[in-house]
């Protein structure tokens, strides 16, 4: 954006060993390393901080475009603390800023958000990684009701907005949304894994709840 040439570090292929409950993957070795590979979905510029999961080559923003992004950089509270010496989650952050004023859909600034938080959590940031699920859940629920999820997308997005409340400790609101997740499943095969994923989270939350 502020067209300050730099080398995104490129990460190498890795394999993956199942996913957590919040459909964090998990990756064989150190934790830190599984953060690495999460960090490399989002690019962020090191002077301006502009960050998206796209290539940048492919952006195309217009003038007017680029100066309210950079406005929005400037004055955000976040970025103006910790830009000199950037923690592993502030790309994703500083992605999400990027995203509303570009206009994405609520379920991929969630999805951003939801990033963020499993970065946090390999890093054993605690508060941010809470801070990053509760965004992720307001994001979730604005796309439920405003974007035009369905099939798969739907499913497990109400599904997250429960595992999310789970992991807050809302265990009565997540018992509600995995009830809300399973009846957006329609049975078939493709969705199996999910409706076992929510009968295991939903007697795990009903345990923690009593
Ligand atoms: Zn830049």
Redesign the pocket.
């Known amino acids: 954006?502020?067209r300050?040439v730099f080398r995104a570090p490129r990460v190498g292929s890795y394999v993956t060993v199942g996913r957590e409950a919040d459909l964090c993957p998990k990756f064989p070795g150190r934790q830190s390393d599984g953060s690495r590979f999460i960090r490399s979905e989002v690019t962020a510029?090191p002077?301006?901080s502009?960050a998206a999961k796209e290539e940048f080559d492919g952006l195309d923003l217009t003038p007017t475009e680029r100066d309210d992004l950079e406005e929005r950089l400037k004055e955000d509270g976040l970025l103006r603390v910790f830009r000199s010496n950037p923690p592993p989650w502030l790309a994703f952050h500083a992605a999400e800023v990027c995203g509303q004023e570009r206009g994405l859909a609520a379920r991929e600034l969630g999805d951003l958000c939801l990033r963020a938080s499993w970065v946090c959590r390999k890093e054993r940031e605690r508060p941010f990684e809470s801070t990053f699920q509760l965004r992720a859940i307001r994001y979730f629920i604005r796309a439920l009701k405003e974007d035009t999820l369905a099939g798969r997308e739907l499913s497990v997005t109400t599904y997250l907005v429960g595992e999310l409340n789970r992991r807050l400790g809302n265990h009565r609101e997540a018992l509600n949304w995995y009830v809300n997740a399973s009846r957006t499943i329609e049975g078939g095969p493709a969705l199996s894994w999910l409706e076992r994923l929510i009968e295991d989270q939903s007697r795990l939350a009903k345990e923690q709840a009593a």
């Open positions: 954006m502020c300050y510029c002077a301006c502009f």
